[in-house]
């Protein structure tokens, strides 16, 4: 009998219950009340802690420019010059191989090209010496005309100064040998002793085998002179300075009475180098 009174007042009241708590929620959900803190038991005694700061924004990294191709280096003059000389052998023999109608046009067109640069060069280079006296040798050296004549004359009167001064202290050493040891000392002979009278210059020879000779009665017999000189073969010429001890070789071979008197000039009167 008791338990069925309790049971039926119980059934009551937890059903008053049960509409309290869903009418509390409902109600805290209309005043929009959801938010506070008693709402969140959950979360204990946490409902007091500071809102976390919000992250800082990442910093964007611009892009990374993109590197630039480095230009190619410019060509050299010779690099240019040899890739034209290429193209113009490659054209050529592509023509000998196959020789059609296209090919040695083409090779023929190339060549054309070429031999129009060189025409320009030629023109610029004698415009140039016009224009700067100093790159030529024309202003100085004249080759045709009046200007050859007088250049000739120059250069005889040269000779002669150079003629004097061998007479004045110096004098010519020829070294020869038999006809039959040499073929061309006989002719030697001649353009020397002729150069020696004309110019009145003193000529000595030396015979390196003690043979005669017909154009220098007086010629001696070496006794080491031709090695003291150097002399590599015969014929051979020297100028000498007795008083100075200084030897200068004049040539081997057949030297004309002409060459002889150039070869003077050169050596006693012209600058190393001077054309």
Known sequence: MNQRRLGKRTTPLLIGALALSIGSAVGASASGEEGRYWNDRERGWFWGEVDPEPPEPKEVQPPEPKAEASPEPEKSATERLEEFRAKVD??????????????????????????????????????????????GYAADKPIAGEGLRERRRIESAQVQKAVDQVKQDRGLFFFY???????????????????????GIEAQAVSLDGSDNEYFPNARPDNGVAEAFGVKQVPALFLVNPDTRKVDSLGYGVITDATIGERLR?????????F
Request: charged letters at 25%; hydrophobic letters at 40%.
């Open 177 to 199: 040998a038999s006809p039959e040891n040499c073929p061309y000392c006989e002719v030697q002979s001649q353009h020397i002793s002729r150069f020696a009278d004309t110019y």
């Open 266 to 274: 050169t050596v006693l009167i012209r600058d190393l180098g001077e």
């Open 90 to 135: 490659e054209a050529k023999a592509k023509a000998v191989l196959n020789p059609t109608e296209e090919n040695v046009s083409a090779y023929m067109a190339l060549q054309k090209e070429l031999m129009d640069k060189s025409a320009v060069f030629a023109d610029v280079w004698k415009r140039a010496m016009w224009s700067q006296p100093d790159l």
